[in-house]
């Protein structure tokens, strides 16, 4: 999958308090390990409520899928159609790379089966793919809008071509279903 970058606009403030663009460059996707996907992180907060007054590009922060505890990801991720014949992969290595502990997962459905303690806004900005649930799936397509309340979840792209998906996580508290039952 041919991977794409992202033109990246930030605004912020000089000294004088005049409003100006601080970066305005294409950043470049990153291919995960898991999957053949790409990956695009736009922005990444530590704090809530956020300071607005900084300079630092906080692209560059370290993260896993998850935000930081009171934070924030925004990122884009292509998601590349599933190969014909895909080898089995190791679920507990995948929560790994994806920085998410696995002793806080439930059910694993599919091998990409995660959930966080976030609240998820999913754009579907181009292509097709499945969000696989628990028990149930749902189809999206580009144009499609997504709010995900830490559940446990999929994507699987079973079409043709790549899908790519504007992701914003902003951290939450731990529901109290995932102490109820997960084990099945």
């Known amino acids: 999958m041919e991977l794409k970058s992202t033109r990246r606009i930030v605004t912020g403030h000089d000294a004088q308090g005049k409003a100006v663009v601080l970066f305005d460059s294409a950043l470049p996707a990153k291919q995960r390990a898991a999957g053949g996907n790409g990956m695009t992180l736009l922005w990444v907060t530590g704090e809530s409520p956020v300071d607005v007054a900084g300079t630092a590009d906080r692209a560059q922060t370290q993260v896993g899928v998850p935000p930081p505890a009171n934070g924030t990801i925004f990122r884009i991720v ?14 507990h290595q995948i929560l790994i790379s994806m920085g998410i502990d696995p002793a806080t997962q439930g059910y694993a459905r599919h091998a990409n089966t995660h959930r966080t303690r976030t609240i998820d806004y999913a754009i579907v900005l181009d292509g097709e793919i499945d969000m696989l649930l628990d028990d149930t ?25 790549p899908c790519r998906i ?19």
Do not use: S
């Open 78 to 91: 292509d998601f590349a159609p599933l190969p014909a014949n895909a080898a089995p992969v190791d679920h």
């Open 166 to 184: 504007a992701f914003i996580l902003i951290d939450g508290k731990t529901p109290p279903a995932w102490g109820q039952g997960w084990k099945r």
């Open 137 to 161: 799936e749902i189809h999206v397509k580009a144009g499609d809008v997504l709010v995900q309340q830490a559940t446990n979840h999929a994507w699987v792209n079973n079409g043709t071509k």
